[in-house]
């Protein structure tokens, strides 16, 4: 399995980005996939997920702000990022099948 995310930049506080994690060699509609985090000096974080049934779940902090989807035919997971703040600034990283992609940069100017 090979991910790739795209879609990082900087971004103002309460502006927006669309994260998009690329699959390559199984099905995004077969497993599960998450979008998770880390800061600087933080611990990775689970921030939203997925589920081969297409059940969400998303973590406190972003509840009511960020939407994970999937396009199977595009065979690609996304992550809907709005009223982004300056806590949201991370590295995003999505993982499947214990596969971890390069990650994509997020910076929240406040």
């Known amino acids: 399995v090979q991910l790739v995310e795209s879609g990082g930049g900087l971004v103002q506080a309460g502006g927006s980005l669309k994260l998009s994690c690329a699959a390559s060699g199984s099905s995004v509609s077969f497993y599960g996939v998450g979008w998770h985090r880390q800061a600087p000096g933080q611990q990775r974080e689970l921030v939203a997920a997925?589920?081969?049934?297409?059940?969400?779940n998303y973590a406190d902090s972003v509840k009511g702000r960020f939407t994970i989807s999937r396009d199977n035919a595009k065979n690609t997971v996304y992550l809907l990022m709005n009223s982004l703040k300056p806590e949201d600034t991370a590295v995003y990283y999505c993982?499947?099948?214990?596969?971890w992609g390069q990650g994509t940069q997020v910076t929240v100017s406040s």
């Open positions: 997925i589920s081969s049934g297409g059940i969400t």
């Open positions: 993982v499947m099948v214990g596969e």
